[in-house]
């Protein structure tokens, strides 16, 4: 934020004394965006695991727990911010059930694990978000979803979520490139790169009641968890 100050140029064409405030004006001015006119590098990624969130509900003697998978963990390489201020991590879907073979070398893939008797997996998922439309100029059109990235223990991280699917510890190879809002056309986007292969976790739901025979502690408790499992392993 910048303050202004502007005097007039014409003061001594008019008597001294009077007004001075009417020969004088002061301002503000928002921030000016000054968009990137390089494109950003290539992230880098230093490992992919699963993650999941909890979430907990309470009504009653009743505590419904929701661990929500179908996520995963990018740890990027340090530093983040190589161009300026703002950049996202871009994970990239293609934009056709047949895609070209430049965007399937840069497109997000899944797969059911092998190990497990279960439901087939979207071959080409792409991960909730705000989906935008790019053209990368290595593979053509192409989803992006960017991903705020944040740091801890002198790393950085982007949680990348998918929707939920009736495959079991699903395996997913992401596509990604550093995103840049604040570019010139055609500048946003580094070059795609693919990560290694993880396993993403199972969304899972525990519920419990409980009933109190005193202040002190509770009398009896009962737990029934739930959610998505394999059948058996693969024969």
């Keep these: 934020m ?10 001594d064409c008019f008597p001294p004394g009077g007004d001075e405030a009417a020969f004088r004006t002061e301002g503000t001015m928002g921030p000016v965006s000054v968009p990137s006119s390089a494109r950003p590098v290539a992230p880098v990624v230093l490992s992919v695991t699963p993650a999941f969130l909890w979430q ?3 009504s009653g003697n ?3 727990r929701r661990r929500l998978g179908n996520r995963v963990r990018v740890e990027l390489a340090a530093s983040w911010f190589t161009a300026s201020d703002g950049e996202r991590l871009a994970v990239i879907a293609a934009d056709d059930p047949e895609p070209a073979v430049e965007i399937m070398a840069v497109a997000t893939h899944a797969g059911r694990d092998p190990l497990w008797d279960t439901d087939a997996q979207e071959f080409l998922p792409t991960p909730l978000g705000d989906v935008k439309l790019f ?3 290595e593979a053509g059109n192409v989803r992006i979803v ?3 990235v ?3 223990a002198g790393s950085h991280f982007a949680n990348v979520a998918f929707p939920a699917t009736p495959s079991y510890g ?11 809002p604040e570019s010139l056309p055609g500048l946003a986007l580094s070059p795609a790169g693919r990560t290694t292969s993880s396993r993403s976790c199972r969304t899972a739901r525990s519920r419990s009641r409980w009933s109190m025979t005193s202040s002190c502690g509770c ?8 959610g998505r499992a394999p059948t058996g392993w693969t024969s």
């Excluded at 910048?2 to 003061?11: D, G, I, N």
């Excluded at 009398?219 to 739930?226: E, F, V």
């Design 56 to 58: 907990e509900e309470r």
């Design 2 to 11: 910048y303050t202004w100050t502007a005097l007039s140029r014409f003061r």
């Design 219 to 226: 009398d009896s408790t009962a737990s029934r968890p739930g």
């Design 62 to 64: 009743t505590i419904v």
């Design 170 to 180: 699903a395996l997913v190879q992401l596509g990604v490139a550093r995103y840049q």
């Design 135 to 137: 053209d990368l100029p």
């Design 150 to 152: 944040f740091e801890a």
């Design 146 to 148: 960017p991903h705020g």
